[in-house]
């Protein structure tokens, strides 16, 4: 009689707490399959880190295990599949903390395992049965309401007492994190230029709105309503982020530019200068969080002549959408989201637009995206099916990045199926299309680029219609009328968009630190795939996105919605433990490559 996948998976679960909490490394190795991954976000390594194959595992265990001390290994809830192929959710626990994983066996032995880290011990959030009590319920004279109280903390803060970290940029990244830090007691300021929190959603071109659905996008701890649009407006997004950061009581600087940071290394303490609504403060933070998006400065190409253009040009960044551009003639320099998204506005108020593709482009329809790419883990059938947010970003985390190609090139070759037609007219309509170079599709070129795609939400027709017109080459130069093509083509133009993307996120760190600390922490995103725009050596994880840098007390945190919510929880709990002086070992700190 074939045995239940609960009873499969705990005998599993009791053999590697044994073997475990004997120090049995062999015993512990038996268990898993010849072919195995086990991915760590912090509860073994102190970093976000992908053990492939036995050898890498047995090293870290060698260099860990007497530290870590994990035990505890239960079932969270029941396990699901079959003797064959058993899938369960975990509690474990460490010396240092409590964690959560995932676990996948094929024939009773481990293939992938997802350890995680959700909470220090001792050092919980104050939450649920243990929240504060908000008042005291004695009356004394001169107390002060909890408005008075958060005024002077707000006043004292930057100013008479220093953060434990400064957070630069106020974007969703920066706003999550700062939330999580508050929710552990670590006294955080938020950087933000912008006058208004949700102010680099709402200075974006006027018909912006989310690609990517509700399901995938909420912030952490705050859902949306469930009556929130499955794509929101960005100025919608810009009012909740507003909301959210009053919400949570965030020391949020708005207003207010950084200028310069250097590392005090006698003080151990970064020194930090900002500019305040006019006024220079220099802040004394421990840690400094760089949260200045998915990427770095506007990549604007210099071409021949583009001085000499007499009509209006600007980066696709600096697009304000809408006006009026009857009769006037269009270029737009790229064929990625923006791109579409920027040509589709154009089109709308009057314009003669023309896209020119340098390179092919991957595009997914958003309703097939959203069925066979997201569906089963952030939709309301996801959600029907228990699914909830939280398991979501874990099931997404599971499966390593060698191994999600795989999982992912079947969706695509689906969605080529599937959308058949629509792909057929588009290559008719002379638009070169990719699946990226081994078909994985869309959240691939993602990860090793952060480039290289658009999710239709209707700019295609314009192309297939020929409302919106294409051009295929690279530009040999501009005139002051004209874009020209290296074949010769004349693109007569009013305007000109540079939807060319943007640089890596180190090109920040140039600047506001200096370019040796730019090049020591290396380039950030893409995971050494060896694919175009993502050179090797593979890394196996996004290159110094939340996790220790090469740089001492240095961080970037970034990523769409989806990500700045799931990974912000790792890397607060990363800064809560430092700031506690709990130690922190980091395991394989990654290497430093590709500088800027």
Not at 130 to 138: I, L, S, T, W
Not at 196 to 216: E, I, M, Q
Not at 345 to 353: K, N, R, S, T
Not at 434 to 454: E, H, M, N, P, Q
């Given at each position: 009689m074939a045995e239940s996948p609960n009873a499969v998976a705990q005998a599993w679960l009791s053999d590697l707490d044994a073997a475990l909490q004997a120090g049995n490394i062999d015993g512990a190795l038996e268990l898993f399959d010849e072919e195995c991954y086990w991915r760590d976000f912090v509860a073994f390594t102190w970093n976000l880190k992908t053990l492939e194959g036995k050898d890498d595992i047995r090293r870290m265990l060698e260099s860990r295990l007497a530290d870590v001390r994990p035990s505890g290994w239960k079932l969270a809830e029941d396990a699901s599949g079959d003797e064959a192929a058993t899938e369960a959710w975990v509690h474990f626990e460490t010396d240092a903390?409590?964690?959560?994983?995932?676990?996948?066996?094929?024939?009773?032995?481990?293939?992938?395992?997802?350890?995680?880290?959700?909470?220090?011990?001792?050092?919980?959030?104050?939450?649920?049965?243990?929240?504060?009590?908000?008042?005291?319920?004695?009356i004394t004279k001169g107390r002060k309401s909890w408005l008075e109280l958060k005024e002077e903390q707000e006043a004292r803060l930057g100013y008479e007492e220093q953060p434990y970290c400064v957070i630069i940029g106020g974007g969703q990244g920066g706003i999550g994190l700062a939330a999580r830090l508050?929710?552990?007691?670590?006294?955080?300021?938020?950087?933000?230029?912008?006058?208004?929190?949700?102010?680099?959603?709402?200075?974006?071109?006027?018909?912006?709105?989310?690609?990517?659905?509700?399901?995938?996008?909420?912030?952490?701890?705050l859902k949306f309503p469930d009556d929130w649009p499955v794509f929101a407006a960005k100025d919608k997004i810009g009012d909740w982020l507003e909301y959210y950061t009053r919400i949570m009581e965030l020391n949020y600087w708005s207003g207010t530019e950084c200028?310069?940071?250097?590392?005090?290394?006698?003080?151990?303490?970064?020194?930090?200068?900002?500019?305040?609504?006019?006024?220079?403060?220099?802040?004394?933070?421990?840690?400094?969080v760089f949260a200045l998006g998915v990427s770095g400065y506007p990549s604007v190409p210099a071409f021949d002549g583009a001085d000499s253009f007499l009509g209006q040009q600007h980066h696709s960044s600096q697009h304000p959408g809408g006006g009026d551009w009857t009769g006037k003639k269009a270029v737009v320099i790229g064929s990625?989201?923006?791109?579409?998204?920027?040509?589709?506005?154009?089109?709308?108020?009057?314009?003669?637009?023309?896209?020119?593709?340098?390179?092919?482009?991957?595009?997914?329809?958003?309703?097939?995206?959203m069925d066979l790419a997201l569906g089963d883990l952030y939709s309301e059938r996801a959600l029907a099916n228990g699914i909830t947010t939280e398991k979501a970003d874990m099931l997404f985390a599971s499966l390593p990045y060698r191994i999600l190609p795989e999982a992912q090139i079947p969706v695509y070759r689906q969605m080529a199926e599937r959308d058949a037609e629509f792909y057929a007219q588009l290559a008719d309509a002379?638009?070169?299309?990719?699946?990226?170079?081994?078909?994985?599709?869309?959240?691939?070129?993602?990860?090793?680029?952060?480039?290289?795609?658009?999710?239709?939400v209707g700019a295609s027709q314009l192309v297939i219609d020929g409302r919106v017109k294409l051009a295929a080459g690279q530009v040999d130069k501009i005139t002051g009328n004209a874009v020209v093509l290296q074949d010769g083509t004349e693109l007569e133009a009013d305007l000109i968009v540079y939807a060319t993307g943007y640089g890596s996120m180190n090109g920040w760190l140039a600047d506001l630190v200096s370019p040796e600390v730019a090049d020591r922490v290396g380039k950030c995103w893409g995971y050494g795939s060896d694919?175009?725009?993502?050179?090797?050596?593979?890394?196996?994880?996004?290159?110094?996105?939340?996790?220790?840098?090469?740089?001492?007390?240095?961080?970037?945190?970034?990523?769409?919605?989806?990500?700045?919510?799931?990974?912000s929880n790792y890397l607060a709990l990363q800064l809560k433990a430092r700031m506690e002086g709990l130690p922190t070992p980091v395991y394989e700190l990654q290497e430093s490559h590709h500088a800027r």
């Open positions: 903390a409590r964690g959560w994983a995932h676990l996948r066996l094929r024939n009773g032995k481990c293939w992938t395992l997802l350890t995680t880290m959700q909470e220090l011990k001792g050092f919980e959030e104050k939450k649920g049965p243990n929240r504060e009590q908000g008042v005291a319920h004695r508050r929710r552990l007691g670590v006294p955080t300021i938020v950087v933000e230029k912008n006058q208004r929190a949700g102010d680099s959603w709402r200075n974006r071109y006027k018909s912006l709105h989310l690609h990517d659905p509700v399901w995938y996008d909420h912030l952490p701890y200028t310069k940071a250097r590392f005090d290394e006698a003080a151990g303490e970064w020194v930090v200068d900002v500019v305040r609504e006019g006024e220079p403060v220099t802040l004394r933070p421990k840690q400094l990625n989201n923006s791109a579409h998204d920027i040509c589709a506005d154009l089109w709308e108020h009057g314009a003669d637009v023309t896209m020119v593709q340098r390179s092919s482009t991957h595009i997914s329809r958003s309703e097939s995206l002379g638009f070169q299309l990719d699946f990226g170079v081994d078909g994985s599709g869309l959240f691939l070129k993602y990860l090793r680029r952060g480039s290289g795609y658009y999710i239709d694919t175009p725009k993502d050179p090797g050596p593979w890394e196996g994880e996004l290159r110094n996105m939340w996790k220790p840098t090469n740089v001492e007390n240095l961080w970037i945190h970034g990523g769409n919605l989806h990500q700045s919510r799931h990974y």
